[in-house]
């Protein structure tokens, strides 16, 4: 996987707010170098988000989101602004443009925005080539026609950027162990390639100087003939047939429910589930993926999951289900959310939407943990995070 295809997921998502005509997207093509975005004097010229991912050094892998005027009018844009507060809920970082000297109601909502969603932000002054004189103060001032303090802007945004050493598998496994990835190819795999999870948990195993052993779910016997994991690795379909042939002694455990783990959702998550067991006839289920993809007939989100549902509480329910950045704000409306495990969206999306669910009082929970709950081995796949375990009666 090269620099520049470095999943949306892992990368640090910068987003750039402010009113019409402040100057926001003349800022992020001075900060990226490129033309990305169409600059005018009319107001309202950025209409729907613009993304940009790149190598943004010294920062690395980011996401630059160019969003429309926060003080767009009219119908229009009304639906603009809603697009801009859903970045909202993705930005790790945000780059507050004016062109004034002063706050205005507009800019002021979007600080409150930012400290109430805790996102890290800083104030930019653009258009500092039209000043007499550039006033000492603490802000920061920028032309993005002269060039002036762009590069001082990168320095500062990578300095707001935290370190995050949190990995996938990598504190599961020591120097020379054997880790069985289990990962069915089937009419609903992507042809000729891994699933980004997948992809992720070998290189993780690399990193931490770990053996992988990648095997489809009929292969799993024989390869346990042969060797003995200290740890087997699951996709969520097969999760029954993997636990049944795997030995007690030896840990069990799926994608989806390490990536909520690495997403930072899974305690969340492991406390949701217990909702299926009290659902009722005619309730209603949200089913929500990350990602867009081509459905296919038996699609795990769509078709395998409420007919695994149906056949556990041996109740009918009724089902939505959203993918990509759609997600309801609105969430009263369900008995149980149940989200995939988030590999394409970033941690504070997925958090945001796992806090929008606990905000409204809604159980939240995600795939692998909601197939190993109903297939009774969700304490035996949690034994890997005891203090997790103990909840699982």
Avoid at 22 to 41: E, F, R
Avoid at 149 to 169: G, H, Y
Wanted: proline share 4%; aromatic share 6%.
């Amino acid at each position: 996987m090269g620099l520049n295809s470095t999943p949306s997921g892992e990368r640090v998502h910068i987003a750039f707010f402010g009113k019409r005509n402040s100057g926001k997207s003349s800022l992020v093509n001075a900060v990226t170098g490129q033309n990305l975005c169409v600059v005018s004097d009319v107001k309202g010229t950025t209409t729907d988000p613009v993304y940009k991912s790149m190598e943004l050094l010294p920062l690395g892998a980011v996401m630059i989101i160019d969003t429309a005027g926060f003080d767009d009018c009219g119908e229009l844009g009304e639906m603009r602004i809603q697009k801009t507060m859903q970045v909202l809920n993705k930005t790790d970082i945000a780059v507050l443009v004016t062109d004034s000297e002063t706050s205005d109601e507009y800019e002021t909502k979007l600080v409150n925005l930012f400290r109430n969603k805790k996102i890290p932000y800083i104030t930019v002054r653009n258009k500092c080539d039209l000043l007499d004189e550039i006033p000492e103060n603490d802000m920061l001032y920028t032309s993005t026609l002269t060039g002036y303090n762009i590069n001082l802007l990168k320095e500062k945004l990578a300095r707001m950027v935290k370190t995050d050493n949190s990995r996938l598998i990598g504190n599961l496994v020591k120097p020379d162990d054997f880790v069985i990835l289990v990962t069915p190819v089937d009419e609903s795999a992507p042809k000729g390639r891994l699933i980004l999870p997948q992809q992720q948990a070998i290189r993780d195993i690399l990193d931490s100087r770990a053996c992988s052993v990648v095997i489809q779910e009929t292969q799993l016997k024989n390869t346990l003939e042969k060797i003995t994991p200290s740890l087997v690795i699951t996709d969520s379909q097969v999760f029954k047939s993997v636990s049944a042939q795997t030995p007690e002694n030896i840990p069990l455990t799926s994608f989806s429910i390490l990536m909520a783990k690495y997403k930072g959702f899974l305690d969340t998550a492991v406390d949701g589930v217990s909702k299926i067991k009290s659902l009722k006839d005619g309730d209603r289920i949200l089913i929500s993926e990350g990602c867009t993809h081509h459905r296919q007939c038996k699609d795990i989100g769509t078709v395998k999951l409420p007919n695994w549902l149906r056949d556990y509480t041996k109740k009918d329910f009724k089902f939505e289900f959203s993918s990509g950045t759609e997600f309801p704000e609105n969430l009263s409306q369900y008995s149980l959310v149940i989200h995939c495990g988030g590999c394409m969206l970033n941690s504070r999306e997925v958090q945001s939407r796992m806090e929008r669910a606990v905000s409204q009082k809604i159980p939240f929970t995600n795939y692998g943990i909601s197939i190993a709950y109903m297939n009774g081995i969700l304490k035996r796949s949690l034994e890997i995070f005891p203090e997790l375990a103990e909840k699982i009666n």
